[in-house]
T-cell receptor
Framework: GAVVSQHPSRVICKSGTSVKIECRSLDFQATTMFWYRQFPKQSLMLMATSNEGSKATYEQGVEKDKFLINHASLTLSTLTVTSAHPEDSSFYIC?????????????FGEGSRLTVL | QKEVEQDPGPLSVPEGAIVSLNCTYSNSAFQYFMWYRQYSRKGPELLMYTYSSGNKEDGRFTAQVDKSSKYISLFIRDSQPSDSATYLCAMSGRTGGFKTIFGAGTRLFVKA
């Protein structure tokens, strides 16, 4: 099956620093990747859609300057939380749609837990 | 009204019970229906994928789609404590560029 690797799985940082999270599709190419945020006991909240070679599309209410997304290749997208604050602490999950797949089927990474002190 | 409605639970059942998880939706353009399982502090894992109406079975899991009623179900037979997780329904269609819409997720507890 399709495998999506997300790294790091857990990160703790000081307030004001920036944190980068990587999402890689290991055995397939992904023209589209998605980034979500999930609070405890809540569902996935789509933050942005990342398209290879173009700018990300952000959902309403998500600050694009705060959450920088780069999708430089068909197998890698990165999310950088800039100048992180305690309220940015959350579980961030990426998903990827295989290239040429137009059914909405998605494969998820394992998630990254960010704690900002 | 949300596009996809799913009871968040929690749902608690004894080991061996048949579990029924459901979602309703409002967008008749949805054609692809998925169920994901998410363990605590992990990413969602694709369980079942169904196109259009009908049933699909995989081991102890059966997915049903009734497009006329805009209702989908996931049945788990002989439930096990290891099935305890959050189950998210998801769906997409040609309208909206196959954007995947998720339900809120139902938390399931299977008691030994």
């Amino acid at each position: 099956g399709a495998v999506v690797s997300q790294h790091p799985s857990r990160v703790i940082c000081k307030s004001g620093t920036s944190v980068k999270i990587e999402c890689r599709s290991l055995d397939f190419q992904a023209t589209t990747m998605f980034w979500y945020r999930q609070f405890p006991k809540q569902s996935l909240m789509l933050m942005a859609t990342s398209n290879e070679g173009s700018k990300a599309t952000y959902e309403q209410g998500v600050e694009k300057d705060k959450f920088l997304i780069n999708h430089a290749s068909l197998t890698l997208s990165t999310l950088t939380v800039t100048s992180a604050h305690p309220e940015d602490s959350s579980f961030y999950i990426c998903s990827a749609r295989p290239r040429g797949e137009n059914t909405g089927e998605l494969f998820f990474g394992e998630g990254s837990r960010l704690t900002v002190l | 009204q949300k596009e996809v409605e799913q009871d968040p639970g929690p749902l608690s059942v004894p080991e061996g019970a048949i579990v029924s998880l459901n979602c309703t939706y409002s967008n008749s353009a949805f054609q692809y229906f998925m169920w994901y399982r998410q363990y605590s502090r992990k990413g969602p894992e694709l369980l079942m994928y169904t196109y259009s109406s009908g049933n699909k079975e995989d081991g102890r899991f059966t997915a049903q789609v009734d497009k006329s009623s805009k209702y989908i179900s996931l049945f788990i037979r002989d439930s096990q404590p290891s099935d305890s997780a959050t189950y998210l329904c998801a769906m997409s269609g040609r309208t909206g560029g196959f954007k995947t819409i998720f339900g809120a997720g139902t938390r399931l507890f299977v008691k030994a």
